[in-house]
């Protein structure tokens, strides 16, 4: 189990944030829409260019090259990037016949073009697409904001489920006061320039 910890971090107008997630944990980070939320997750996947230290268990980011570092800390953020025509072409050979059943596709997806997806369809797969890369850390920015109730359970259900399985130390951006409540087990809120710890994660 590896923790990711956040030491005195500094990018754009956020200062001196601190804070340990736990390998298997999920921290929450809420605050306005602006606030700097998706700038953090960038700075944690050495994306940004920010002050502090970042760790990685026993591992500095600054010791490790970014493509190292982003490939044991991955980001899946609020709008995925795909690369290939056909949805197959993103998934290894296992994860492409390993597909939870929990994320509402049939195997054809594999076959399917990426153009038709739509974006809660493209949401769910980048997620599965992270998890296929075995990652200690995973930095999600809003994951279910295009799935409608039932399907955001259901993925929060089984996420929860990989997370404490592969104890994946996860950073988790949310806005719904309920699934933070549901998934957090801790959570902090950004409030001007400062990161604070909210009470009742449970
Ligand atoms: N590379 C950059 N250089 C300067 N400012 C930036 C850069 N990237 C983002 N910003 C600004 O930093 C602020 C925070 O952006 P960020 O995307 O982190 O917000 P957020 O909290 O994730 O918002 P939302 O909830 O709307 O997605 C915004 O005002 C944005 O315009």
Same mark, same amino acid.
């Given at each position: 189990?590896?923790?990711?910890?956040?030491?005195?971090?500094?990018?754009? /107008?956020?200062?001196?944030?601190?804070?340990?997630?736990?390998?298997?944990?999920?921290?929450?980070?809420?605050? *306005?829409?602006?606030?700097?939320?998706?700038?953090?997750?960038?700075?944690?996947?050495?994306?940004?260019?920010?002050?502090?230290?970042?760790?990685?268990?026993?591992?500095?980011?600054?010791?490790?090259?970014?493509?190292?570092?982003?490939?044991?800390?991955?980001?899946?953020?609020?709008?995925?990037?795909?690369?290939?025509?056909?949805?197959?072409?993103?998934?290894?050979?296992?994860?492409?016949?390993?597909?939870?059943?929990?994320?509402?596709?049939? *195997?054809?997806?594999?076959?399917?073009?990426?153009?038709?997806?739509?974006?809660?369809?493209?949401?769910?797969?980048?997620?599965?697409?992270?998890?296929?890369?075995?990652?200690?850390?995973?930095?999600?920015?809003?994951?279910?904001?295009?799935?409608?109730?039932?399907?955001?359970?259901?993925?929060? /259900?089984?996420?929860?489920?990989?997370?404490?399985?592969?104890?994946?130390?996860?950073?988790?951006?949310?806005?719904? *006061?309920?699934?933070?409540?549901?998934?957090?087990?801790?959570?902090?809120?950004?409030?001007? /320039?400062?990161?604070?710890?909210?009470?009742?994660?449970?």
């Amino acid at each position: 189990m590896t923790d990711l910890v956040l030491e005195n971090l500094s990018v754009g /107008t956020l200062s001196n944030v601190s804070l340990r997630v736990p390998g298997g944990e999920v921290v929450c980070v809420s605050g *306005p829409s602006g606030s700097g939320k998706s700038r953090l997750l960038r700075a944690v996947a050495d994306l940004e260019p920010h002050d502090g230290r970042i760790s990685l268990g026993d591992t500095a980011q600054l010791d490790v090259p970014a493509h190292q570092w982003r490939s044991r800390v991955v980001m899946v953020p609020a709008d995925s990037q795909w690369w290939f025509d056909d949805v197959g072409g993103h998934f290894p050979d296992e994860a492409k016949a390993g597909l939870p059943s929990a994320l509402g596709f049939s *195997p054809e997806v594999m076959g399917w073009s990426v153009s038709r997806l739509s974006s809660g369809e493209r949401q769910r797969l980048a997620i599965w697409r992270a998890l296929a890369l075995e990652p200690e850390a995973l930095l999600l920015d809003e994951p279910t904001a295009n799935l409608d109730n039932d399907s955001t359970e259901a993925l929060e /259900t089984w996420l929860l489920d990989e997370i404490r399985r592969r104890q994946i130390a996860v950073l988790w951006v949310a806005h719904d *006061p309920a699934q933070i409540h549901r998934v957090a087990d801790a959570h902090y809120r950004i409030h001007g /320039t400062t990161l604070e710890r909210v009470d009742g994660g449970h």
